[in-house]
């Protein structure tokens, strides 16, 4: 994984990318686990780690997208519209 992209920066293994799949299960979903969340985004991404799937995370929390039920280990969109 490379965070600071160079000529060489594959588009396809951005977190900017790897975020889709979060955020398509989450609209999906208004609510997901994380052990889940992080298993169907391994399934769509055979190569990426659990720190590519936290520095998703991060980002979309940082937007405020994201809230995290600590009690319930949940993951949910937040401000979403359809």
């Given at each position: 994984m490379q965070i600071?992209?160079?000529k060489?920066?594959?588009i396809e293994s951005s977190i900017i990318n790897l975020t889709?799949?979060?955020i398509k299960e989450l609209i999906k979903n208004?609510?997901?686990?994380y052990?889940?969340?992080?298993n169907i985004f391994k399934n769509s991404y055979e190569d990426a780690t659990l720190?590519?799937?936290s520095y998703c995370l991060m980002l979309l929390?940082?937007?405020g997208k994201l809230e995290f039920f600590k009690e319930n280990d949940?993951?949910?969109l937040i401000n979403y519209e359809n």
């Amino acid at each position: 994984m490379q965070i600071k992209p160079d000529k060489h920066f594959n588009i396809e293994s951005s977190i900017i990318n790897l975020t889709t799949v979060i955020i398509k299960e989450l609209i999906k979903n208004k609510q997901v686990k994380y052990d889940k969340l992080f298993n169907i985004f391994k399934n769509s991404y055979e190569d990426a780690t659990l720190i590519e799937f936290s520095y998703c995370l991060m980002l979309l929390y940082s937007l405020g997208k994201l809230e995290f039920f600590k009690e319930n280990d949940v993951i949910g969109l937040i401000n979403y519209e359809n």
